[in-house]
């Protein structure tokens, strides 16, 4: 069964840095596009950023373009998210996800089968 | 970016009945819709993708339709462990976006 366990979410002031960490076991990780989700608390789901399995491609929301950045190390099994100049609005649960496939080259092929538990990260001084 | 609505927000429906939920795309996506559940202080699970595809594993109760820029979501005989809220999202393009969700309760 795909195992997802994310980490690093905390209370940060807002303008500060965060990376959060997502270690991936049961799958073969290189082989899948990963995605970060987020959930604002009562809120609903808000996609944030997407890599390819080899991390050639990668995809950012607007609202996180420029602040985020997303990364894996295929050697660790592992999916990053760095955050910088956090803002209250990015305070949310941040959820690591799979997809079943190795990129979006296949149109209308996005979509996530396996999620972790997700991360809260709060963003306040 | 494309708009997803999802109706109603809330139903409230009784154990045994069929729940209809709708989608509403703000231009066309083809079929290329995915349906999720979350439930209370979990992560999601993938429903349906592609519209109408089931995903391995999810009871056969669940169903999706549609195509273009109106989709839905059935549930037949509804099951006390369907409680939940569900969400839709487009898979057309980037930016991927979700509905705002609508929460089905057990009466």
């Known amino acids: 069964e795909v195992q997802l366990l994310e980490s690093g979410g905390t209370l940060v002031q807002p303008g500060g840095s965060l990376r959060l960490s997502c270690a991936a076991s049961?799958?073969?990780?290189?082989?899948?596009?990963m995605t970060w989700v987020r959930q604002a608390p009562g809120k609903g789901l808000d996609w944030v950023s997407s890599t390819t399995g080899d991390s050639g491609r990668t995809y950012y929301a607007d609202s996180v373009k420029g602040r985020f950045t997303i990364s894996r190390d295929n050697s660790r099994n592992t999916l990053y998210l760095q955050m910088d100049s956090l803002r209250a609005e990015d305070t949310a649960i941040y959820y690591c996800?799979?997809?079943?496939?190795?990129?979006?080259?296949?149109?209308?092929?996005?979509?996530?089968?396996?999620w972790g538990q997700g991360t809260l990260v709060t963003v306040s001084s | 970016d494309i708009q997803m609505t999802q109706s109603p927000s809330s139903v409230s429906a009784s154990v045994g009945d069929r729940v209809t939920i709708t989608c509403r795309a703000s231009?066309?996506?083809?079929?290329?819709l995915v349906w999720y559940q979350q439930k209370p202080g979990k992560a999601p699970k993938l429903l349906i993708y592609?519209?109408?595809s089931l995903q391995s594993g999810v009871p056969s109760r669940f169903s999706g339709s549609g195509s273009g820029t109106d989709f839905t979501l059935t549930i037949n005989s509804l099951q006390p462990e369907d409680s939940a809220t569900y969400y839709c999202?487009?898979?057309?393009?980037?930016?991927?976006?979700f509905g705002q969700g609508t929460r089905l309760d057990i009466k």
């Open positions: 996800a799979k997809s079943p496939s190795f990129n979006y080259d296949q149109w209308g092929s996005f979509r996530c089968d396996s």
């Open positions: 999202q487009q898979a057309h393009v980037f930016p991927i976006t």
């Open positions: 592609a519209a109408s």
């Open positions: 049961e799958f073969t990780f290189h082989s899948y596009a």
């Open positions: 231009q066309n996506i083809n079929r290329w």
